[in-house]
């Protein structure tokens, strides 16, 4: 059985995120705040992350909400639902990594400037990352609520068909009275 937390892709964007520092320390793309600024951006990678864990751990209870669905029951059996659960839990990690970055660089006073910029590209890297995961997951999540309603719509038309129906031919069917009616003629 399959590990609920999938490893493959925080390997895949560990050597992301590594050739992005290394390109980084030859190139210098990613802006790193100046020292009297690095503290602030620390606080607001913190606050965009922990906004970000609550919107995720909602979905994931959107997840769970939707699974007394029955559609979402003929396909609990299958990956689909775990998969979702998974990208969100990366997300959820990738978010504690930059907070976890974010704590360490505002706590301990790091005297070396290029341990610092590494350090800062390593989590502006993990949170674009945990956003990318975000967004795709909750635009899976937006997929599977769509196909639910609309699945739920048609079971309700059909429905709304067949009582409809059930009551035409009812009325085209001879009532108790007609047949009261037929026996005291006869």
């Known amino acids: 059985m399959q590990a609920d937390f999938c490893a493959l892709p925080l390997v895949i964007c560990l050597l992301a995120i590594a050739v992005i520092?290394?390109?980084n320390l030859?190139?210098?793309?990613v802006t790193i705040p100046s020292d009297e600024d690095f503290a602030?951006?620390?606080i607001d990678y913190i606050t965009i992350s922990t906004v970000f864990i609550g919107f995720s751990f909602t979905a994931l209870g959107l997840i769970l909400g939707?699974?007394?669905?029955?559609l979402i029951k003929n396909i609990n059996g299958?990956?689909?639902?775990?998969?979702?659960?998974?990208?969100?839990?990366?997300?959820?990690?990738?978010?504690?990594?930059?907070v976890g970055v974010a704590l360490f660089l505002v706590i301990v006073d790091i005297e070396a400037s290029c341990l610092k910029?590494?350090?800062?590209?390593v989590q502006t890297g993990f949170l674009v990352l945990a956003i990318i995961y975000f967004v795709f997951s909750v635009h899976k999540l937006y997929n599977i609520v769509k196909k639910i309603y609309f699945f739920e719509e048609n079971k309700a038309n059909k429905d709304i068909e067949r009582v409809r129906n059930s009551l035409n031919e009812s009325a085209?069917?001879?009532t108790l009275q007609d047949n009261?009616?037929?026996?005291?003629q006869h």
């Open 21 to 23: 520092v290394v390109l």
């Open 26 to 29: 030859k190139y210098g793309f």
């Open 40 to 42: 602030s951006r620390q």
């Open 66 to 70: 939707v699974t007394n669905y029955e």
């Open 78 to 98: 299958t990956t689909i639902i775990r998969r979702m659960s998974r990208r969100i839990m990366n997300s959820i990690v990738f978010f504690i990594i930059v």
């Open 117 to 121: 910029d590494v350090l800062f590209v």
């Open 172 to 174: 085209d069917a001879p």
């Open 180 to 184: 009261v009616d037929d026996l005291i």
